[in-house]
Structure formats: C-alpha cells, structure tokens
C-alpha cells in the first residue's frame, strides 16, 4: 500500500510540474514579439534555384496583428527572397507555408530563414540551412 501511495504522489508532483510548464509557456507566448521559425526543409529545383517550406509559429496570432511574412538571407545578411502572408493563421498553429524557385547565386553555402511579425517586422528564432548540393 505505502508503494501505492508513493505512486500517486509521483504522478500528482508529475502533473503539477507539467501543469506549471504549461502555464509558463502561454504567459511567455503572449509575450512574444517575433514569429519563431520551427523547421526549414530545402531542396533544389533547378540550376541555382531552391524550393522552400517553412513551418512558423505565432502563438500570439490575431487578425490585427500576425506573422506576415518570412525571408531567406545569406550569412551575411542579403535578402536573397521573401514570401509575403497576407491573413492571419490563427487556426492553423504552427502553419507551413513555401517558397518556390528562389534563385541563389552559386557562392551561398548556407541561408538564414527569419520570420516578420506584421508590427515589429524581422526577429524571433530563425534557422540556418544548408543548401543541398553546396
């Protein structure tokens, strides 16, 4: 009986702790400035062309304001390509969408996909990527 016992009380500290996290990540997503990019795929389409899907979360998404966009840049910073979203994704979270036949000149190795939060533009956790064949 007292194994019992223990058991549940691990299980209720469990759920508490998890119930917590819970909690702290909503309040800190609605803190949240910058759409974050989760996940890049990447792949070539043709000569010095690539095809991308982006898959962005905005946990603060509203139709007044929302991710609108993403972008592809080098290393250094040159904007290589951008796709422009025109409405919310409030119901669809985290969401993917692409970019197709992005031309990218033969000496970029690696990019950097960075969302744009509607009002404060460029930010939040981007990734870098390498690109396949380079």
Known sequence: M??????RRRLVVAF?????AHRAWAIQGQDQKFPDILSVKVRASGSDRFDFDVT??????????YADGFRVTSLSGEPLG????????Q?????????HGLRIPRSVRQVVVQ????RFGYGGK?????????
């Open 16 to 20: 508490l702790a998890a119930l917590a």
């Open 91 to 99: 119901d669809e979270q985290p969401f993917t969408r692409d970019l």
């Open 82 to 89: 951008e796709r422009k979203l025109v409405h919310d994704h």
């Open 56 to 65: 962005v979360s905005s946990p603060y998404d509203t139709p007044a304001r």
């Open 2 to 7: 007292a194994t019992a016992q223990l058991n």
């Open 126 to 134: 981007s990734v870098e990527v390498r690109l396949p064949g380079r």
């Open 115 to 118: 969302g744009r939060d509607q």
